[in-house]
C-alpha cells in the first residue's frame, strides 16, 4: 500500500509563494492519476489540482493561473507550486489519488497572512 507524506508548508503573506511536495513510499505510483486537495476550517476537504499519470492537468477554479501541479514518477513525487496567495488559500493540504483511493497522510498547514 502506498503511504503519502506531505511537506513544504508554513507561514506566507499574501502574494507569497510556497512549494509543496507528497513523497509517496511503496509502488504503483505512476501508474494512477494524483490530486492535491485542501481543507479549510470548517469546510470539507476539495480537490484543487489533478494530474494524469502522463502529465495532464486540472485545476479548480479557485487555484487557476496561480498554482501548478507537477509529478516526478521516477522520484515517486508530485508538486504543487503555489503563488500570489491569498488568505483565503489558507488550509491544510493534503495530496491523495485522484479519486482518493490511498490512505490520507498528516497534511501539511498553508497559512496566509500578514
Known amino acids: 500500500q502506498v503511504q503519502l507524506v506531505e511537506s513544504g508548508g508554513g507561514l506566507v503573506q499574501p502574494g507569497g509563494s510556497l512549494t509543496l511536495s507528497c513523497a509517496a513510499s511503496g509502488s504503483g505510483f505512476g501508474t494512477y492519476a494524483m490530486g492535491w486537495y485542501r481543507q479549510a476550517p470548517e469546510k470539507h476537504r476539495a480537490l484543487i489540482a489533478e494530474?494524469?499519470?502522463?502529465?495532464?492537468?486540472n485545476y479548480a477554479d479557485s487555484v487557476k493561473g496561480r498554482f501548478t501541479i507537477s509529478r516526478d514518477n521516477a522520484k515517486n513525487t508530485m508538486y504543487l507550486q503555489m503563488t500570489s496567495l491569498k488568505p483565503e488559500d489558507t488550509a491544510v493540504y493534503y495530496c491523495?489519488?485522484?479519486?482518493?483511493?490511498?490512505?490520507w497522510g498528516q497534511g501539511t498547514q498553508v497559512t496566509v497572512s500578514s
Open positions: 494530474i494524469t499519470k502522463s502529465g495532464g492537468t
Open positions: 491523495n489519488a485522484s479519486p482518493s483511493f490511498l490512505g
